[in-house]
């Protein structure tokens, strides 16, 4: 639907709640600017979160999104201590191998085999102008994210993947 879900974690409940009552299954797309920590009737009623790592490095990460990413990290930490971390995406930006590199590996380093690890390669399409200007207009090469994919399964996430 677009924005972060979490942002209406009690309307979130409600709906598992009622989902539930199906037998379907209660997944969270997130971006881990909430404290799951805080919504623990929520967290057992989700059956899993997917969780965007944008950049592992602090100031590469208030550049990029304009905020600290330390509750995303301690979310990633939580998720992972009570098994609710179903994947995490890291987008690969064509202009940042460095960076691209350092989230990988970290991530990859923290969740070993307990999760899935997508990394999505960047397109431009339908991103805002203001952001383009920071990410650009080239679509991550997939000979970029075969290197990454191949350096995370090293440093431990073996389910990793290119989408």
Do not use: W
Not at 79 to 101: D, F, G
Not at 113 to 122: F, I, N
Not at 136 to 143: C, F, L, V, W
């Amino acid at each position: 639907s677009g924005g972060e879900c979490m942002l209406h974690a009690k309307y979130l409940e409600a709906l598992f709640k009622e989902v539930k009552k199906m037998g379907l299954t209660c997944l969270i797309d997130s971006n881990g600017s909430i404290d799951f920590s805080r919504h623990l009737s929520l967290m057992e009623l989700c059956d899993g979160v997917m969780l965007d790592v944008k950049a592992y490095d602090p100031e590469f990460h208030l550049a990029l999104c304009d905020h600290s990413n330390d509750r995303v990290l301690q979310n990633l930490h939580y998720l992972l201590k009570t098994n609710k971390l179903q994947e995490v995406r890291t987008v690969i930006l064509p202009k940042y191998p460095k960076e691209n590199l350092d989230t990988v590996t970290h991530v990859a380093q923290i969740i070993q085999d307990r999760c899935d690890y997508k990394l999505l390669r960047y397109r431009p399409f339908g991103v805002r102008e203001d952001a383009l200007e920071k990410m650009g207009h080239d679509i991550a090469s997939e000979e970029e994210c075969e290197f990454l994919k191949k350096k995370a399964i090293e440093s431990g996430a073996i389910h990793t993947i290119i989408v």
